[in-house]
């Protein structure tokens, strides 16, 4: 697809009363330097340059009136599945009522912006996500926040499997590595190749958000 088509697809797709704006687990232990993920090796530079322009997104969309959702991932050995127990163990990151598991300040949700708890990788599994995505009208999901190939990317799938068009904000997105910077970034850049040869359509947030003006 070009860019110009591109373009002109995004323009038809996004709409206020059809888009919707995700925000995915920009909690403390993934984003704060003081957080578990920090604390466990993984370079969270890329991760915590998301934040400006997933702030400037979520303002914009509370001006045009776009609904706007938050995810956050807790880990509860009562409600996690099975699977994942076997493959972590103990739980020890975004624990039930933990500052961990609160939303970073600079992202905070605010009155009226709904926060789902989700206890695995995507958002569609085991949570009422799709009925109120469905009761909103909503079509075309906007995605941002982390990991580009992991929790946010798994919710990619599952809204392109169940029917949704898929929005990437590429600037809104990163990965986590143990590996460093550079492994970082080219995870990032083999999941938006993912994205736009697969299920879905990657965009930066200036061009969102001056497209995202244009549909209101």
């Known amino acids: ?25 920009m909690q403390n232990d993934f984003v704060s330097p003081e957080g578990k993920m920090a604390q466990f090796g993984f370079e969270i530079g890329s991760v915590r340059e998301t934040i400006e322009p997933i702030r400037k997104v979520l303002e914009a969309a509370r001006s045009l009136g776009y609904p706007i959702i938050h995810t956050s991932m807790i880990n509860d050995i009562q409600q996690n599945p099975p699977s994942w127990h076997a493959f972590w163990g103990d739980p020890v990151i975004t624990l039930p009522g933990s500052w961990g598991a609160e939303y970073i300040e600079e992202l905070r949700p605010r009155a009226g912006e709904p926060v789902l708890s989700k206890y695995t990788y995507g958002a569609f599994i085991g ?3 799709d009925t109120m995505l469905r009761r909103l009208n909503v079509r075309t999901i906007l995605v941002t926040g982390t990991d580009l190939n992991i929790c946010a990317g798994d919710t990619m799938h599952q809204a392109f499997a169940v029917g949704y068009h898929v929005v990437a904000v590429s600037d809104c997105l990163a990965c986590f590595s143990r590996i460093g910077r550079e492994h970082a970034e080219q995870l990032k850049a083999m999941g938006l190749y993912l994205v736009e040869n697969h299920f879905g359509i990657a965009v930066d947030s200036k061009t969102l958000i001056e497209i995202m003006k244009r549909g209101r």
């Open 1 to 25: 697809m070009s860019d110009a088509e591109k373009l002109s697809v995004l323009q038809e797709r996004i709409h206020p009363d059809r888009t919707v704006l995700l925000v995915v687990d």
């Open 127 to 129: 949570t009422n996500l």
